[in-house]
């Protein structure tokens, strides 16, 4: 695949055309926190000194994080997101082989690997089985890729089953990158990881604190692995403005707790409820929901004039697919009787 990979949002046309018509927009394309930002978080971006450079390295919020985390300062790098940290794992990694993604999942495990000069091969997601031991001593990567829960099908693979896939990385001379971005809304399930010999994790504030225009992400791995990728990084890749929301975050646990709650109440509803108006949904453990819809550009479209944005899959290699994410409580409903209209209408019932 050639050019930019696709991501959820929704064009100025399709703006326009949704603002001509009346129609007020529930964007379910990408999958945040629907009761975020809280206040405090976006206080903190505000109010953040500008003026000024902030910390070269984020120094201040690696230690705190790394706290957090029960790490040291430096078995923690931060970037401009999750996707910046990415890009820069596959230049570090590059001269010692190719890269390996289960999926099908997030697009710029790929594209970083393709940027980095990498061969990319994609395998079956490793929930679903597999002999992962078999498949790292025949490709032999420097690095592979498991988003956990996956991104689009929300499967969630076990301690267990990533201590089996570190394992086979480092017997094949490899690492094991985690992208634990979804993580979060998996509860009651909690599979998180802690770094290793071998094991890197990847952790977001995008998701749980609805943030993307902030960008704040973090690498946990041991300081030589960190080292090694932190060489990649330019100074100030952390604005001021995202530290001080992520210094912000960490005072929050008790709002992620709820939202999480209510999010996971919700999935729980709308499982059931398309699944009662036939559609086929995957059992998810993220904040999202995999539906089958036919042609789900078409179903996307149609649904976009009732007042919801959501994600067609084909960009994954799943063009009947749609991805949904988790809305606010307050719209559940409405969603669901809009998905049920916009499939009577694509089959031509009255």
């Known amino acids: 695949m050639s050019g930019r990979v696709v991501h959820g949002g929704v064009t100025e046309a399709e703006l326009a055309a ?47 994080w790394a706290d957090r985390f029960g790490l040291e300062p430096g078995q923690l790098l931060a970037g401009n997101g999750t996707s910046e ?24 495990y790929a594209a970083a690997a393709r940027a980095a000069g990498m061969s990319a091969v994609e395998a079956p997601y490793p929930a679903r089985g597999g002999d992962a031991g078999r498949l790292f001593a025949e490709l032999r990567p420097s690095i592979a890729f498991l988003c956990n829960p996956n991104n689009p099908t929300g499967e969630l693979c076990s301690r267990e089953q990533v201590e089996q896939l570190r394992r086979a990385a480092q017997a094949a001379g490899g690492r094991l990158v ?56 330019p ?11 992520g210094m912000a ?17 919700t999935r729980a509803f709308l499982l059931d409820a398309l699944e009662r108006s036939g559609f086929a949904v995957r059992p998810s453990l993220a904040n999202f929901l995999l539906v089958r819809a036919g042609d789900g550009a078409a179903f996307r479209a149609q649904l976009l004039m009732r007042g919801f944005v959501i994600r067609d899959c084909a960009s994954f290699g799943l063009p009947e697919w749609v991805r949904v994410a988790i809305p606010h409580e307050r719209h559940a409903e409405r969603l669901v009787h809009a998905m049920v209209e916009v499939r009577r209408c694509l089959a031509g019932e009255s």
């Open 85 to 108: 940290l990415i890009y820069l794992l596959c230049r570090a990694f590059a001269g010692d082989g190719g890269c390996l993604i289960f999926g099908p999942t997030f697009g710029e």
């Open 249 to 265: 975050a960490l005072e929050l646990e008790e709002f992620c707790r709820e939202s999480i709650r209510r999010v996971a109440a």
């Open 18 to 64: 949704a603002a001509a018509a009346g129609i007020e927009l529930v964007d379910l394309s990408a999958s945040l926190n629907p009761y975020g930002p809280h206040p405090a978080v976006a206080a903190a971006a505000a109010n953040a000194t500008i003026g000024r450079y902030p910390e070269p390295d984020a120094a201040g919020l690696r230690r705190a």
């Open 235 to 245: 100074p100030w890749s952390v604005s001021a403005p995202a530290a001080a929301a």
């Open 178 to 233: 985690v992208d634990e971005a979804y993580m979060p809304f998996a509860w009651p399930e909690d599979e998180r990881v802690q770094p290793a010999s071998g094991l890197l994790v990847l952790r977001s504030l995008t998701k749980v604190h609805a943030v993307p225009g902030l960008r704040l992400g973090f690498l946990l791995g041991t300081p030589g692995d960190i080292e090694r990728v932190s060489a990649q990084q």
